[in-house]
């Protein structure tokens, strides 16, 4: 029971950040609460083994969104047409950053995107990063070099 517990508190703390690093990932709020759910669902199981929850589930996280990004039917392509924006969220320029940096993330493959996401969002270190998608600390360095010149192509660094 006392797992419960923390595991409920911790779900009821951390969820709005989850689900912001889960948006940066995978780029849809569906999918991103799909996302946080998973991870979450694959904590549960272990929450008393678990000795960083906040590390565990951004490796959990990073993971499954990788595995779905690689889905051939589950990608999804962008449209020229944006939906209706929601009032007070913003300032219209706010608004526009926020939906400008949102295209540039879904421009860059998922393995890049998952490293600009643990790099920026999240603060990891290179080696984190490479524990977490199973690869070398050189791959995480070429990926986010890709991915930085990608946006600096793109205009997304500029100023």
């Avoid at 009821?12 to 989850?18: E, H, I, S, V």
């Avoid at 998608?133 to 793109?154: I, N």
Wanted: overall charge positive; hydrophobic content about 40%.
């Amino acid at each position: 029971m006392r797992d419960d517990e923390a595991f409920t508190r911790f779900v009821m703390q951390a969820y709005p950040g989850l689900l912001r690093r889960a948006f940066l990932l995978v780029g849809d709020h569906g999918r991103a609460e799909d996302l946080v759910q998973t991870s979450l669902a694959s904590a549960y199981g272990r929450w008393g083994r678990i000795r960083q929850p906040e590390a565990y589930l951004r490796t959990v996280m990073t993971r499954h969104a990788v595995r779905w990004g690689a889905r051939r039917w589950n990608r999804e392509y962008p449209t020229g047409n944006l939906p209706e924006r929601s009032v007070g969220a913003g300032t219209p320029a706010d608004v526009d950053l926020s939906v400008a940096v949102q295209r540039a993330l879904m421009s860059l493959p998922v393995e890049q995107r998952a490293v600009v996401v643990q790099r920026y969002f999240d603060g990891c270190t290179e080696a984190e990063i490479a524990k977490a998608l199973r690869c070398s600390p050189g791959t995480v360095k070429s990926r986010s070099s890709r991915a930085l010149a990608a946006l600096r192509a793109s205009g997304m660094l500029d100023g």
